[in-house]
């Protein structure tokens, strides 16, 4: 889906997963949409009203997590194949692969200057790889659970995973150390964000709330309730003034983020003033004062706002994709039907009365055009339905001549290794026979001297 915040706007609902979607991305420039799904594959999406896309299919489990350069040039994807992928997004094409995790890859993310890959999974493990080098440069492994999401700071010199534990390590690049380690919330983390200033981070858990913590005092701040059940994602926008939260109650709150434009002072002495209880408060009206520790004191700051927007009317939602262009299609063959009975009977009243008959057959003529017009769209969006199916078979056939070269070289490193084999085993039998022949020879040696002549 995606939404536009203008009042009374459209939203749209783009459709060719053919699964649960896992992961939805704007690239920088917001021209591109990339979505993964259970069901192996990754599109990218142009967020027109065409509601064309393109597949990416090399995973061979499902697709857990999508995510774009800072460039936009590419893509990284992890998946339950235990891999994580780079595509281009120029090209549309399968890169290189990255495969040391040894279960199911959760997330994975690009640093801001591109040059390096963070990615966390099931097997405890947080990784980060050299882009140049396809290699594995560093290995966290002091997870107490799954690593469920990973992510750099706006300026790459941090780097922050989250787990099914409860936790969320922050993790300083340049020193290799842990710096910072909450455990705030009573339920996996799913997700989190930092601030654009990197002097926040906010993170959603399966406990239902959204936690905010102060990254320069190193405590939480605030807990936000209005979920009802598992926040699964939470991201800040662009600029830091906004954030949002989506969760399994089928919810995406927005969130306005003023928990920086005062100080705890002046919050602390608006607060002290509260003396009657009114609506459920705002971020400002409310003391931020609570315990960061790895237990947080029942005095931590909790916030339950009644998302009265939520119960507004719906939008309109039009629905774009491959399957919208069926059922367009059948309507305008229906409708073409329709206007041919039409003008077959509009066309003998015209023969038999003159004047009023002619008027009839401009109506019959008005709907014959009102009839073409959703049949060109239903021409049009076949034609496009066509063009993007061969697209998906010119990518897949670049699939299959990748992972042909993929076979072959690795048939090539196992024949090698085959042949070393064969020889050290020949090497081997040569070693153990080579005593045996000379203990032989020296018997038959000792037999023949002992002979009666």
């Known amino acids: 889906m995606i939404w536009n915040l203008a009042p009374k706007a459209r939203a749209f609902r783009f459709l060719g997963h053919q699964d649960v979607i896992t992961g939805v991305q704007f690239s920088p420039l917001g021209n591109l949409v990339a979505t993964s799904s259970k069901d192996r594959t990754v599109r990218l999406w142009t967020p027109s009203m065409r509601g064309e896309s393109s597949v990416f299919k090399a995973h061979t489990a499902a697709v857990r997590s999508v995510a774009f350069s800072h460039d936009g040039q590419r893509l990284v994807t992890a998946s339950d194949d235990k891999s994580v992928k780079v595509w281009s997004v120029h090209r549309q094409c399968f890169i290189y692969s990255l495969n040391q995790h040894t279960n199911w890859v959760r997330c994975a993310r690009f640093s801001p200057d591109g040059r390096l890959i963070a990615s966390c999974g099931d097997d405890r493990s947080v990784r980060l790889w050299d882009t140049s080098t396809k290699h594995c440069i560093n290995c966290l492994s002091d997870c107490g659970g799954s690593a469920t999401f990973v992510d750099f700071n706006s300026s790459g010199t941090c780097i922050a995973s989250s787990g099914s534990d409860s936790t969320l390590k922050i993790w300083d690049l340049r020193t290799n150390k842990l710096i910072q380690h909450y455990q705030v919330h009573s339920a996996g983390i799913n997700s989190f964000s930092f601030h654009p200033s990197n002097n926040y981070v906010i993170s959603g858990s399966s406990d239902s709330t959204i936690k905010v913590m102060d990254l320069l005092e190193g405590r939480l701040i605030y807990t936000l309730?209005?979920?009802?059940?598992?926040?699964?994602?939470?991201?800040?926008?662009?600029?830091?003034?906004?954030?949002?939260?989506?969760?399994?109650?089928?919810?995406?709150?927005?969130?306005?983020?003023?928990?920086?434009?005062?100080?705890?002072?002046?919050?602390?002495?608006?607060?002290?003033?509260?003396?009657?209880?009114?609506?459920?408060?705002?971020?400002?009206?409310?003391?931020?004062?609570?315990?960061?520790?790895?237990?947080?004191?029942?005095?931590?700051?909790?916030?339950?706002?009644?998302?009265?927007?939520?119960?507004?009317?719906?939008?309109?939602?039009?629905?774009?994709?491959?399957?919208?262009?069926?059922?367009?299609?059948?309507?305008?063959?229906?409708?073409?039907?329709?206007?041919?009975?039409?003008?077959?009977?509009?066309?003998?009243?015209?023969?038999?009365?003159?004047?009023?008959?002619?008027?009839?057959?401009?109506?019959?003529?008005?709907?014959?055009?009102?009839?073409?017009?959703?049949?060109?769209?239903?021409?049009?969006?076949?034609?496009?339905?066509?063009?993007?199916?061969?697209?998906?078979?010119?990518?897949?056939?670049?699939?299959?001549?990748?992972?042909?070269?993929?076979?072959?070289?690795?048939?090539?490193?196992?024949?090698?290794?085959?042949?070393?084999?064969?020889?050290?085993?020949?090497?081997?039998?040569?070693?153990?026979?080579?005593?045996?022949?000379?203990?032989?020879?020296?018997?038959?040696?000792?037999?023949?001297?002992?002979?009666?002549?």
Not at 244 to 264: I, P
Request: aromatic share 2%; with cysteine.
């Open 225 to 453: 309730h209005g979920h009802k059940g598992a926040v699964v994602t939470v991201v800040f926008s662009r600029a830091g003034d906004l954030f949002a939260s989506g969760g399994v109650d089928g919810q995406v709150l927005m969130w306005r983020t003023n928990f920086d434009t005062k100080s705890y002072q002046d919050v602390m002495h608006q607060h002290s003033r509260r003396s009657t209880p009114d609506s459920p408060p705002h971020l400002s009206d409310i003391h931020p004062r609570g315990a960061h520790l790895h237990h947080p004191k029942p005095m931590a700051v909790q916030i339950s706002p009644a998302v009265t927007d939520t119960l507004s009317t719906d939008p309109h939602v039009i629905e774009l994709g491959q399957a919208v262009y069926s059922s367009t299609l059948l309507t305008a063959q229906t409708h073409a039907a329709r206007s041919s009975v039409e003008r077959g009977a509009s066309g003998g009243s015209c023969t038999a009365g003159g004047q009023t008959g002619a008027g009839r057959g401009g109506g019959g003529r008005r709907e014959e055009q009102r009839a073409q017009t959703p049949s060109l769209d239903a021409v049009s969006g076949e034609a496009s339905s066509l063009d993007s199916v061969l697209r998906h078979v010119v990518l897949q056939l670049d699939i299959l001549t990748q992972t042909v070269s993929v076979l072959e070289e690795r048939l090539t490193l196992t024949e090698d290794k085959l042949k070393e084999c064969l020889r050290h085993q020949t090497q081997i039998l040569r070693d153990v026979r080579a005593p045996r022949a000379r203990r032989r020879s020296d018997s038959e040696d000792a037999d023949e001297s002992v002979r009666p002549t």
